[in-house]
């Protein structure tokens, strides 16, 4: 039924399709402005609505430029009940500020963490703090073309290629796949481990980027880690686990847990969803009804639940992930680190 109304729907892609091709060509044509700053900007987005992996991404280019640069992250802070630029601090809730950006701040105390829907705003209130940032990584940024970032990364789900997709609201494009000429960097994300070269060139081929780097990068999941003290069963010897997802495409976790000798119960909720007391209270009522068994989330979601009381006491476990770039990885930090070395 969803995918029939999506393609009944098909003449408002083309209208969409219209409107942001001519807003796009007005950028290109200097016609519209596009602001650009001193402070190195690396941007990470998409084509496609939904999860490519934009989080996990932002953390490698974290991990791979703090030891060496002071950086801050700017975000649209999707789903929070505040307004303007807020810095993350220690008070901060996903309410005030996002849930991927507060994942960002418990993580990586030691960074600025900043929210702007306006990212040029946002980078004026950044440099106008006394300790500013040298570099900003602009988190889901693509289409805001009002800035011009220096670096532009962007990712494609493998499962979800933008080559084969259609304009919202019959597909998932934001704009027309035409937007990757934008990119200095394109990379494939959620490949699985296996995959062949030949498979990597098939892809590569139907990019056709010719001018564009493209890389593949994989998601390694860590063990499950325990978001609130209790007495009871541990992940290892759980015989079930109660996942719980608010992410866009919770695939690639399920096929990464089904292999765990673990039976699954699924609740699935939409990307970003705000959990309510209701919600919470069934998630320990469906964990309740089966012996041995540890609810599960992801780092996201986590950032939502944890501050629910009624979990007191119930085995809720997170697992932490991290993206690696697949056999090209040096070519890749050396692509980021020219950037940010340059002028």
Known sequence: MVKLIRYILFPFSLIYGLITFVRNFMFDKKIL?????????????NISAGGTGKTPHIEYLIRLLKPEYKLATLSRGYGRKSSGFLLANDNSTAKDIGDEPLQFHHKFSEIQVAVDAKRVSGIIELMSQEDSPEIVLLDDAFQHRQLKAGLSILLMDVNSPFYSDFMLPTGNLREFSGGKKRADAIVVTKCSPS????????????????????????????LPEPLTEFASVSFEKSARIVLVTGIANPKPLLNHLSKFDKKIEHLKYADHHPFSTKEVNAIIESYGKEANSVVLTTEKDAMRLRDFQEFKGIPLFYIPIQVAIQEREEEFKKLIKNYVTEN
Do not use: C, H
Request: aromatic letters at 10%.
């Open 33 to 45: 402005k596009s602001s650009s700053f001193d402070v190195k900007t690396i941007l990470v987005g």
């Open 195 to 222: 995959m062949s070269r030949s498979e990597k060139e098939e892809i590569t081929t139907r990019i056709n980027a010719p001018e564009t780097p493209i890389f593949f990068s994989q998601i390694d999941y860590a």
